[in-house]
């Protein structure tokens, strides 16, 4: 059975970093693709980053520059480091999987930037 748990969430102060974790079983994770998406309260869920089994990366323009996604085959994980944090990045962070037929979901880490 696929399992994705994330970690690392946290309250951190505007301008911070926080480093997130999403510890994968049950699939082979290193041929499968794997996205972060966050989902703030009252809004819609977006992807924020990704990274495919070769290391590709793309990410949200509104993270460019600040977010770094990483994966870890060896340890089946995949990271998002997120440096400048802003108020606007708080949300709850979920790590994402689509091996079809289905899409899986973490049950999310919360994100709070406040001072």
């Known amino acids: 059975q696929v399992q994705l748990v994330e970690s690392g969430g946290g309250l951190v102060q505007p301008g911070g970093s926080l480093r997130l974790s999403c510890a994968a079983s049950g699939f082979i994770f290193s041929i499968n693709a794997m996205d972060w998406y966050r989902q703030a309260p009252g809004k819609q869920r977006e992807l924020v980053a990704g990274?495919?089994?070769?290391?590709?990366?793309n990410y949200a323009d509104s993270v460019k520059g600040r977010f770094t996604i990483s994966r870890d085959n060896a340890k089946s994980t995949v990271y998002l480091q997120m440096n400048s944090l802003k108020p606007e990045d708080s949300a709850v962070y979920y790590c994402?999987?689509?091996?079809?037929?289905?899409?899986?979901w973490g049950k999310g880490t919360l994100v709070t930037v406040s001072s």
């Open positions: 994402h999987l689509r091996m079809l037929p289905k899409d899986w």
């Open positions: 990274i495919r089994s070769s290391g590709n990366t």
